[in-house]
């Protein structure tokens, strides 16, 4: 038998044993306090509750409205809420207030002043079209009179008339020459339609053996 050796009585490593060195329990993933709501704790990296960052619902005072600008759109808004609060306070059996009139009557009186502002608009249109034509007519008469060249004050009227007068003749001849053409045109479609009836007659009473010499005849007169 050999020799027996005595055990080692050093102590055993333990592995499970924590890392000398020292972590903090709030720097662990997924570490909580005991006072945090876990809904909270998930939602709160996905929302910002940045009060700046909040949208900003403006409030609009419909019982110190003033009269709208003339514009068709904000003018249709006025209107909207007046035929909202009418058809509120017929479901509801509540009377309308105060505020609900004025602002009826602040959109009619933007209406009125729409309108007329259109009226004045096509008014001035007119006038302005009125002042074209009548610039355009002046132009005219202008140019009748400057093609003359520099002419004296009791001479231009002279002048002017008579080549007004000119015009009208020309004007004239011009009627009376198409007057004469369309008697002409009258004059021969009627000639044309009897000799068209003459000769349907002719050729009417003429024999086929006649008509068969009358082709030989002008064949042989055409060679």
Do not use: C
Not at 2 to 18: C, H, M, T, Y
Not at 49 to 62: E, G, Q, V, Y
Not at 69 to 82: E, F, G, M, T
Not at 98 to 119: C, T, W
């Amino acid at each position: 038998m050999g020799e027996i050796r005595p055990l080692s009585l050093q102590p055993v490593k333990d592995f499970r044993r924590a890392p000398t060195t020292q972590v903090k329990e709030s720097n662990l993933t997924g570490y909580m306090e005991a006072h945090e709501d876990i809904n909270q704790s998930a939602t709160s990296p996905l929302t910002n509750t940045n009060p700046s960052t909040l949208p900003n619902l403006r409030h609009f005072d419909w019982s110190n409205a003033a009269t709208p600008r003339l514009s068709i759109p904000l003018i249709q808004k006025y209107h909207d809420y007046v035929d909202l609060r009418m058809r509120v306070s017929i479901e509801a059996n509540v009377p309308l207030t105060p505020s609900v009139q004025r602002v009826h009557m602040e959109a009619r009186k933007a209406g009125q002043a729409l309108d007329f502002n259109g009226v004045a608009a096509v008014a001035e249109l007119r006038r302005l079209q009125e002042k074209s034509l009548k610039r355009q007519e002046r132009d005219e008469r202008t140019l009748v009179v400057a093609k003359w060249g520099p002419i004296s004050v009791h001479d231009a009227r002279f002048r002017v008339a008579k080549d007004d007068n000119n015009r009208l003749e020309a004007r004239e001849e011009e009627k009376r020459r198409i007057s004469k053409v369309r008697i002409e045109v009258g004059f021969l479609r009627r000639w044309l339609r009897a000799v068209r009836g003459t000769a349907r007659t002719s050729l009417k009473e003429m024999t086929l053996g006649q008509l068969m010499i009358r082709v030989r005849d002008e064949g042989r007169a055409v060679r």
